[in-house]
């Protein structure tokens, strides 16, 4: 079955479950009224169903090649990518100063899902570019934006982040590369970088690399780190790219998945670049663009999500064995199917809702707002992409044989989640910021969403008490494991990922509940399985949370090898 954008649900989720109307309502965002954001999604629809998602398979089966050093991209990619930059997608949500259509990143969210399900591989391109364009926009000399930003919101120019390199992954701060002043106010930059997705390609004017490096003199350690912006061409006066910059592709990477984004790694000899933000502040600029990264990763597990759902509530519905009927008839696969939709629907509320938080907080100035979406950030980006790992794992087990079987799509799906839970910090890494970074107010910004959490449950009490006591007594319960966390700040690390899955686990549950509250009987019907079937989790989460690093850690390394 091909993929279908689930434009109904995104407007549900929209209306009654994340609150775009107090987004709209500020003067900021006054222009996405409901006939405006309906005709954007719609279209954003029409682009995903019948232009990408055809794409999806050709990406995997003909990966991008190096060829003499240039990048080819897949059959089709090129054309795609020019409907979306055409269609102004890139710059959805930027300023319109610099062309951008200005509406909330909210909006943007949700464009994202229904793309990353019709085509993974493609979608990361523009989503690269939307974080550099973030980071532009708050860091760059006004000469860098007036020179950049127009580029990149139009799409003629695509953005990545270099900041990986062989011996510096997670810990950034081991980087090596060097930026050398050359006297004029530009810099050389020297150094290698792997893992860099989508560092080329054939169908843009240019690429603008954002890369980490290191001025003569700095200090070791991320305090140390400078961010710099470095083209491929070097732009004339005029904005046209002009000379090829000093960087080269020295290979692609042969990855599990994502066959159609290059993944390269990166030379840099000398290259041209130019300073963004303070020397040695590199990390306040490239958190920027790394945390609107960690919300579009997790949006791309949801959108892959969707669309391994999709494929397995379709073979399920079709498939006859057994003279029983289509399979779907089945209690077991039932189960399945209702798992793989009560978490999907879960994981997309609390992308949508960390997006909306932003949105409020570029609105307001209210810094409540800003430490929500910080709170958010790391539960969407690590239950999204959880969700769609497990999600695609589902569809294959569903599909029984045929799910091992290439030609279903199943495995694709599979294949190509499996990395966003490793991209821009990996899970693990999201569940530490959390109970580390996300905690330093002593729990003021968790509590105040714990509190939403609970007087949502005692209002729907009356008319849904079957669900809304389940949602009070887990969020009573993870605000009772939180303040045991700020308690023992020594055992926050053994316990972060048991912790951020049981955070996610209650904030699924108000969504839920807020659905079962203005939807129909199926809302109803999936909010109650949510509530008997994932709930329960909770406190074995939080137990495993609670539990200190003692049992952890006294399981040696001689243990583990013996």
């Known amino acids: 079955m091909p993929y279908r954008s689930p434009l109904s649900e995104l407007r549900f989720h929209l209306d009654h479950v994340a609150g775009l109307s107090q987004v709209a309502a500020t003067p900021r965002f006054a222009e996405a009224t409901p006939d405006t954001v309906g005709a954007v999604l719609s279209e954003a629809a029409r682009l995903c169903d019948e232009v990408l998602a055809p794409l999806n398979r050709s990406g995997d089966l003909h990966p991008a090649k190096l060829e003499n050093g240039v990048v080819r991209t897949s059959p089709g990619f090129a054309e795609g990518y020019r409907a979306i930059a055409e269609g102004g997608w890139v710059g959805l949500s930027a300023d319109s100063r610099w062309g951008g259509a200005g509406l909330p990143l909210t909006v943007a969210t949700a464009v994202n899902d229904m793309m990353s399900g019709a085509c993974l591989a493609l979608q990361l391109n523009p989503l690269l570019t939307q974080g550099q364009i973030e980071a532009l926009s708050r860091h760059g000399s006004p000469d860098l934006q007036t020179f950049y930003l127009p580029k990149l919101t139009s799409g003629d120019w695509s953005g990545i982040m270099a900041l990986t390199e062989p011996q510096a992954g997670s810990d950034v701060g081991a980087l090596t590369t060097r930026a050398e002043p050359d006297g004029n106010g530009a810099f050389r930059i020297t150094g290698e970088k792997i893992f860099i997705s989508w560092a080329d390609n054939d169908f843009t004017e240019n690429v603008s690399h954002a890369v980490l490096a290191r001025l003569p003199g700095a200090a070791p350690g991320t305090k140390g780190i400078s961010l710099f912006v470095v083209p491929k061409y070097l732009p004339n ?21 994502l066959h159609g984004s290059p993944t390269a790694v990166l030379a840099y000899e000398g290259a041209k670049g130019w300073l963004v933000g303070p020397p040695h502040g590199g990390m306040a600029c490239m958190f920027t663009m790394m945390n609107n990264a960690r919300l579009g990763v997790g949006v791309q597990g949801i959108g892959i999500a969707e669309a391994a759902f999709q494929a397995a509530l379709d073979w399920a519905t079709t498939r006859r064995q057994g003279g029983a009927g289509a399979i779907v008839e089945h209690a077991d696969v039932r189960r399945m199917l209702a798992q793989m939709k009560a978490d999907l629907f879960a994981a997309r509320a609390i992308a949508l809702d960390c997006a909306v938080a932003l949105d409020m907080a570029q609105a307001t100035s209210d810094p409540a707002w800003a430490a929500r979406a910080a709170v958010l950030t790391p539960i969407a980006k690590a239950f999204g992409t959880d969700v769609g790992h497990e999600v695609a794992q589902a569809g294959i087990q569903l599909h029984g044989g045929m799910g091992f079987i290439e ?96 955070f996610a686990r209650v904030l699924g549950g108000r969504a839920h509940l807020r659905a079962a509250m203005a939807g129909d009987g199926a809302r109803r019907r999936l909010a109650a399985f949510y509530a008997r079937r994932c709930l329960p989790e909770v406190p074995g989460l939080l137990a495993q949370a609670r539990d200190g690093a003692e049992a952890v850690l006294a399981v040696t390394p001689a243990d583990l090898s013996s």
């Open 237 to 257: 006066g005029d904005g046209t790219s002009g000379e090829a910059n000093a960087l080269r592709v020295l290979k692609l990477e042969h990855k599990m998945g």
């Open 407 to 502: 030609e279903t799509g199943a495995a694709q799906y599979a294949r190509d989640v499996r990395v966003t839970s490793i991209y821009e910090g990996t899970n693990g890494i999201q569940a530490l910021d959390l109970v580390g970074r996300k905690l330093s107010d002593g729990g003021e910004a968790v509590g105040r969403l714990l509190d939403e959490v609970e007087d949502a449950a005692a209002r729907a009490r009356a008319d849904l008490p079957d669900l809304a006591g389940p949602v009070w007594r887990a969020a009573e319960s993870l605000r009772e494991a939180t303040d045991w966390l700020l308690d023992h700040p020594a055992d926050r690390g053994a316990g972060a990922a048991p912790y951020l899955r049981a």
